[in-house]
């Protein structure tokens, strides 16, 4: 018999970051090698991503996963049993049949993805691999020799601050860092000077849902002139050392090309909020905008990226929602240059990699992404070296569910050998010279 045949599946309710249920689930072989993953859960999500299932009632605000658990245990599990844990397609073609709606709405995307990432996780185990290299390439064994960029949340805002700051991350890349170790350090010293910095001037308020600091700015360019300030106090160059990356989130705060910026105290069309973002690029050591526009906006998105389009990264996150189609769709718009790559946004694991793949035919970056609420689950991290994405973002430089996927890549590093050298940031980035800030 062979060692890659499903044995059993099995699902159990945990906790994430913010405290509220979600599913783990293990896949065991017949040899006894497991794999095991959870779940994490969006608070700022697409329409257009695969939807949780939560079971509604009165626990937990009704965010309770009885349900998406028992959909493991009562029909995946028995549907899975006997599949050879290494073909992933059709595992997870066999989970969407199962499901048989378009947005995974009846077993849960919560369901599919945790079993999905633990039949990875099952695969590498038989084979006595870490999943990054049996990942790469694409699944076929990886000598990989690189990790990827992190981009890291300083301040939160948006949905994962109260809407204290519409904006909904504030984040540093370290552009000029000589490995992935390095960036770490850097990105250290960044949030440490940022903390100090806001609590002297009394903006600190606490800690936002991906563990950046949870800030009382008066305006949103206020933290962007705070974020410049502690990279400089960090002894770093913005720009050159150290780059601003942004989460917009534009879809919190608009719908149908009109948009209101609470606490700037504007309303403004899609032109009006291009202009200002612009001139942010202009004026503010920017080398990537995710989400600058509306999910529904998508001329806007066009003339965005035309506009900026050659000197930042245009992320979709809301917009593409690790969705090939929507990413070959994008592509003939000219709308964005690079996607956000959530697994939990697909639903599967093959889902997710097509999506990835047409990003890289459309000639887009990639960044492989976490959610607000997580988990000890470090699965993203060994995507981005298994398959080969360029960059990382998984929160803050604080928070366990957040820190264990940071030093994960350092074990990865240390594994692979040599210095863990951080791979360069992705081609359709502009060179650190390239800002037209500080020049």
């Known amino acids: 018999m062979s060692k890659n045949i499903i044995k059993s599946v099995h699902a159990r309710r945990v906790w994430d970051s913010r405290g509220r249920p979600t599913v783990e689930a293990d896949v065991t072989l017949r040899y006894g090698a497991l794999g095991r993953a959870i779940a994490p859960a969006g608070a700022s999500t697409g329409s257009g991503e695969a939807v949780e299932r939560r079971d509604g009632d009165p626990a937990f605000g009704g965010q309770d996963v009885k349900g998406a658990v028992l959909a493991v245990n009562d029909e995946i599990a028995p549907a899975l049993k006997g599949m050879d844990v290494r073909d992933q397609a059709s595992i997870d073609s066999r989970l969407i049949e199962l499901d048989g709606t378009e947005n995974k709405s009846r077993l849960g995307g919560n369901a599919l993805i945790a079993v999905s990432m633990a039949v990875m996780h099952a695969a590498a185990a038989a084979e006595k691999l870490p999943l990054w290299q049996y990942l790469g390439p694409f699944q076929g064994g990886s000598n990989a020799d690189t990790l990827p960029l992190p981009e890291i949340q300083i301040f939160g805002g948006g949905a994962h601050a109260a809407r204290r700051v519409d904006v909904q991350d504030f984040m540093v890349m370290a552009v000029g860092a000589n490995s992935y170790a390095q960036s770490l350090e850097w990105t250290a010293e960044v949030y440490r000077h940022a903390g100090k910095i806001m609590a002297d001037s009394g903006r600190l308020q606490g800690v936002a849902d991906e563990g950046g600091f949870w800030p009382a700015f008066q305006t949103n360019e206020e933290a962007l002139e705070t974020l410049v300030r502690a990279i400089e106090a960090a002894g770093l160059t913005p720009g050159q050392d150290v780059a601003i990356s942004l989460d917009i989130a534009a879809s919190e705060f608009g719908h149908g090309g009109r948009y209101t910026l609470a606490q700037d105290g504007h309303e403004m069309d899609s032109d009006a909020l291009s202009g200002m973002l612009v001139d942010w690029v202009e004026r503010y050591p920017i080398i990537s905008i995710e989400d600058?526009?509306?999910?529904?906006?998508?001329?806007?998105?066009?003339?965005?990226?035309?506009?900026?389009?050659?000197?930042?990264?245009?992320?979709?996150?809301?917009?593409?929602?690790?969705?090939?189609?929507?990413v070959e769709d994008a592509a003939k718009r000219k709308a964005c240059n690079a996607v956000l790559i959530k697994p939990n946004q697909a639903g599967t694991m093959t889902e997710s990699l097509a999506a990835l793949e047409a990003a890289r035919a459309c000639g887009y970056g990639a960044i492989v992404s976490a959610r607000s609420g997580e988990t000890e689950d470090a699965t993203i991290v060994h995507l981005g070296v298994g398959w080969g994405i360029k960059q990382l973002k998984v929160g803050s430089f604080s928070r366990s569910e957040r820190m264990v996927k940071w030093n994960e890549g350092l074990r990865i590093a240390e594994a692979i050998g040599a210095t863990g050298e951080a791979l360069p940031i992705d081609g359709n980035l502009p060179p650190r010279d390239a800002f037209p800030w500080g020049h």
């Open 292 to 326: 600058p526009l509306g999910e529904d906006d998508a001329e806007g998105l066009t003339k965005f990226t035309w506009a900026v389009g050659k000197r930042v990264q245009v992320v979709g996150d809301d917009f593409l929602v690790t969705n090939a189609q929507r």
